[in-house]
């Protein structure tokens, strides 16, 4: 996906904003409360610093007082105020800071609606914190919580917590357990948080329970689970020592092993990785894109799997900042879904459908195999993700191989005559391959939604089949590791579907991604690349 297409793809309104009275959930409507709470009280309390502001709007002149409080950390501030956008607003977490037009600023602007007040402005070492704290607080979640709730004097005192106050509390203990911060200016810094944020009591709290904290691990005693028992209780506690559902590690622990499982969870409790996919499509070879890493200074490796690929482990902020994205020079694109198209193999003068498009990582990249010669024709049932389809698709020059059409495939696939050489179904899915860049991924999946995930898998590939020529291919996809939703799925459908067979992905992919039933897959504990799946499946003539 576009980099810059992710800040406006995900940032939603808080749904405790004012403004969006009438669409308050119940669920939301109590965080109003607690967070006017919060307002009330520290607009009330003795600020550092007040500016005012005079703003000239024609022959009238409008007073605005900015309440500014200089000594509470700012990173801590939008980290709290972030995290309960994201738990409570259903905002996705974009760990990536978009920096640039507006973006500090409406960050603030979100400071002062939910806390009353603004802190300093973020640096550029605010902003590094600001990522690393919300996408830690998110995938430490349960084991945060658990501890929290160890240290509160009971369950209920947990359960009532005010939400500003928990995010408050889970901040203070990523801080001191796993970034090692100083522990007791942490201590200081939150407590600070919690008075101006909501009141002195809630401060005297925070202090409380982040000093016990500090003794506890001073001591090498944290009140954490024992894996023992029978099978259920190892997959909880394993859950709360690694932070997952317990479904999760249940099901993984069924399918992949304890000893695996537990390397998928460090795995997904990572920092994520990231590749940049050069655009050749514009004449820009992945030896420039090194020649202007190298300039930027960021370190990175070429990909030993794909020619276009580099890897990048730092440093996205500095080729955000050198405009490579926003020029089309190059995409933020992981290795496996790179390995996907090169399951389809794209060849000049193919004509291909992709039927689940938007928006658009694939298609781009087929499309720039094209080398302008063939067509690919992308399929999305999400109308604004399909504009920014088009717009990428302008921006690295390969529109003119690219059609889209808006509909649903199911549809789209019984009324349509045309047949294609290749079709791709990046179906969706669970996305359990992608944990470690989907920091709240975990959290907002559910066991239930498996079973309606595959029945619309089985539906949209059964839709697809219907667009494949006689002797063409179909590629199934997921950036799923889960066997439910892959090769169970490519078994059912060759059962109802005895006009195609498995095409082995070998020969496409290296020989390491290749299962001993020739699909393509690709595993974060295998291959420290996201998890993937693709089936390479041939229409007979
Ligand atoms: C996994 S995402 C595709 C990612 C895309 N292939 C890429 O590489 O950027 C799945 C997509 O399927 C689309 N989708 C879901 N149901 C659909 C349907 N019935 N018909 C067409 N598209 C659908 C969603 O809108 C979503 O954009």
Redesign the pocket.
């Known amino acids: 996906?576009k980099l810059e297409c992710l800040h406006s793809l995900y940032s939603i309104s808080p749904p405790w904003n004012l403004s969006l009275g009438s669409e308050l959930t119940k669920s939301s409507s109590k965080v109003l409360k607690h967070v006017e709470k919060g307002v009330t009280c520290c607009l009330k309390s003795k600020k550092t610093s007040v500016e005012d502001e005079k703003q000239g709007v024609g022959s009238t002149t409008k007073k605005k007082t900015r309440i500014i409080d200089l000594k509470v950390s700012p990173h801590r501030a939008v980290s709290a105020v972030r995290l309960m956008r994201i738990e409570y607003g259903g905002a996705f977490a974009d760990l990536l800071n978009k920096k640039g037009k507006g973006s500090r600023a409406n960050e603030m602007g979100y400071v002062e609606r939910t806390l009353g007040f603004r802190t300093r402005k973020l640096d550029d070492r605010d902003l590094r914190l600001v990522t690393d704290v919300v996408g830690g607080a998110i995938r430490w979640r349960r084991y945060l919580d658990h501890l929290i709730v160890s240290l509160c004097n009971d369950e209920s005192t947990f359960r009532s917590m005010e939400p500003l106050l928990l995010q408050i509390l889970r901040i203070g203990f990523y801080e001191i357990l796993k970034l090692d911060m100083p522990p007791y200016a942490v201590v200081d810094e939150n407590v600070r948080l919690a008075k101006v944020a909501l009141r002195p009591g809630a401060g005297n709290m925070v202090n409380g329970i982040l000093r016990r904290l500090v003794v506890l691990k001073e001591n090498d005693s944290l009140p954490l689970p024992k894996v023992e028992g029978n099978d259920r209780m190892q997959a909880r506690a394993l859950a709360t020592l690694y932070s997952h559902p317990v479904w999760m590690v249940r099901r993984w622990i069924k399918y992949i092993g304890i000893e695996d499982a537990i390397s998928l969870m460090m795995w997904n409790n990572s920092d994520p990785s990231f590749s940049l996919r050069a655009n050749t499509a514009k004449g820009f070879a992945r030896s420039d894109l090194v020649k202007r890493l190298e300039k930027l200074q960021v370190p990175h490796e070429l990909s030993p799997y794909l020619d276009d690929f580099v890897r990048i482990t730092t440093g996205m902020q500095n080729v955000i900042q050198a405009g490579l994205l926003k020029e089309g020079l190059c995409s933020v694109q992981d290795e496996s879904?790179g390995l996907v198209v090169s399951v389809v193999d794209p060849q000049p003068g193919d004509t291909i459908i992709?039927?689940?498009?938007?928006?658009?990582?694939?298609?781009l990249f087929m499309a720039s195999r094209l080398r302008h010669q063939g067509m690919v024709c992308a399929?999305?049932?999400?109308e604004g993700?399909l504009r920014i389809l088009e717009e990428t698709a302008k921006l690295h020059e390969v529109d003119d191989v690219i059609s889209t059409v808006h509909?649903?495939?199911?549809i789209?696939a019984e009324k349509n005559t045309v047949k294609y050489d290749k079709v791709?179904l990046?179906?969706?899915?669970s996305g359990l391959g992608v944990l470690s860049k989907r920091a709240d991924l975990r959290w907002n999946r559910r066991l239930e939604d498996m079973e309606q995930l595959k029945n619309?898998q089985d539906q949209?590939l059964d839709a697809s089949s219907n667009l494949v020529k006689p002797g063409g291919i179909l590629v199934y996809s997921?950036?799923s590791i889960d066997p439910g939703e892959n090769e169970e799925r490519v078994a059912a459908f060759l059962q109802r579907h005895t006009e195609f067979r498995i095409d082995s992905a070998s020969g496409y992919v290296p020989s390491d991604f290749v299962t001993e039933s020739g699909f393509c897959s690709t595993s974060p504990v295998k291959h420290a690349v996201d998890g993937s799946f693709a089936a390479r499946l041939l229409r007979s003539l």
């Not at 399929?379 to 999400?382: E, M």
């Not at 509909?407 to 199911?410: E, G, I, T």
């Open positions: 996906m879904t992709d039927c689940c498009a938007a928006p658009g990582g694939k298609t399929v999305d049932i999400n993700r509909a649903d495939v199911r789209y791709l990046d179906a969706p899915c619309l949209l997921t950036c």
